[in-house]
């Protein structure tokens, strides 16, 4: 009978952390053998019982390794969604912003307490912004010219459509950078906040309604709903505190180099998956996929 769950391990190929010697720790302390998707950067293992991945996690603790358990069935989803803001881009595009306001030092603190889930992200985000008031079009050329892409960004997004998946950027972060966001990495659809502009200046305030976590999760399931999909056969990555509903609504909800609250959030599921080391390449590998 085929293993119910398959135990993935994801690296850094660079690191040298995943070699042979690990993936051997792993088959001896589960009992099997496994097999490389890529390697140095993914090896998974099938297994029967989810408690074994403890003593896994534990032996290999010292070496900057991702471990996770995913179901064996439905691994390859049909529907991949993602934060935009330190998932598919390394930047907070709002401490840009606040960069060329000369308000960084202020409003960078707000950003990260917000995404850590200390603070509410709608009366955030409001307080935030007011604080840009002001700024031109030209200031908001200026921030999306430091925009760079997390690595493994466009291999995943370019995988999962080459896999038939439906691709979708979801972010309380703004549209003047989600657009071309979306449009470079070859998304199909994007979710963004709005900054209001007049003539010419952004007036400190974000178009109504605003696209908060309930509303993330919502996109998600309306977007599964529309294409006669379950969420079993979602896929979802994030790494900030309002991205937590939507993960936890995917069938797969992988928490990306992220917060201490999102980590434990989706340590807390069966349908959760947490990449602290490996780049954006390693959503594929849990899903039994390559770039």
């Known amino acids: ?20 010697v690990a993936s051997s720790i792993a088959c001896h302390l589960i009992g099997a053998t496994g097999q490389w998707l890529q390697p140095g950067a993914a090896y998974e293992i099938g297994i029967a019982d989810r408690s074994l991945v403890d003593a896994v996690a534990v032996n290999l603790a010292p070496r900057p390794i991702d471990v996770n358990v995913v179901p064996a069935p439905h691994r390859a989803k049909r529907l991949f969604v993602a934060d935009m803001e ?4 390394q930047q907070e595009m709002i401490d840009e912003l606040a960069h060329i306001a000369g308000r960084r030092d202020s409003i960078a603190p707000l950003t990260a307490a917000t995404m850590r889930g200390e603070r509410d992200f709608v009366s955030s985000l409001r307080s935030r912004v007011a604080h840009l008031a002001g700024l031109t079009t030209s200031d908001l050329a200026s921030a ?20 038939g998946a439906l691709t979708a950027l979801v972010t309380g972060g703004f549209s003047v950078f989600a657009e071309p966001v979306a ?5 199909d659809r994007v979710f963004a906040n709005t900054l209001e502009i007049e003539d010419g200046g952004l007036t400190g305030r974000v178009v ?25 056969d979602v896929v979802a990555v994030g790494d900030g505190a309002n991205d937590i509903p939507m993960l936890q609504s995917a069938g797969l909800g992988i928490a990306f180099r992220a917060k201490p609250a ?14 602290d080391h490996a780049d954006l390449t390693a959503v594929l590998h849990l899903q039994n996929l390559t770039g």
């Not at 085929?2 to 070699?19: E, I, K, N, R, V």
């Not at 999306?144 to 459509?161: D, E, F, Q, S, Y």
């Not at 999102?262 to 959760?272: D, F």
């Open 262 to 275: 999102v980590r434990a959030a989706m340590r807390a599921i069966p349908s959760g998956a947490v990449i």
């Open 183 to 187: 449009r470079d990495f070859g998304f």
């Open 1 to 20: 009978m085929p293993c119910p769950f398959h135990l993935a391990l994801t690296a850094d190929p660079a690191s040298g952390a995943l070699d042979e």
């Open 208 to 232: 109504e309604p605003i696209l908060d976590a309930a509303a993330k999760r919502d996109i998600l399931l309306n977007l599964a709903a529309g294409l006669g999909l379950e969420t079993r």
């Open 86 to 89: 330190s998932t598919v881009i």
């Open 144 to 163: 999306a010219a430091r925009i760079t892409p997390m690595p493994g960004a466009a291999a995943l997004v370019a995988a999962m459509k080459a896999n």
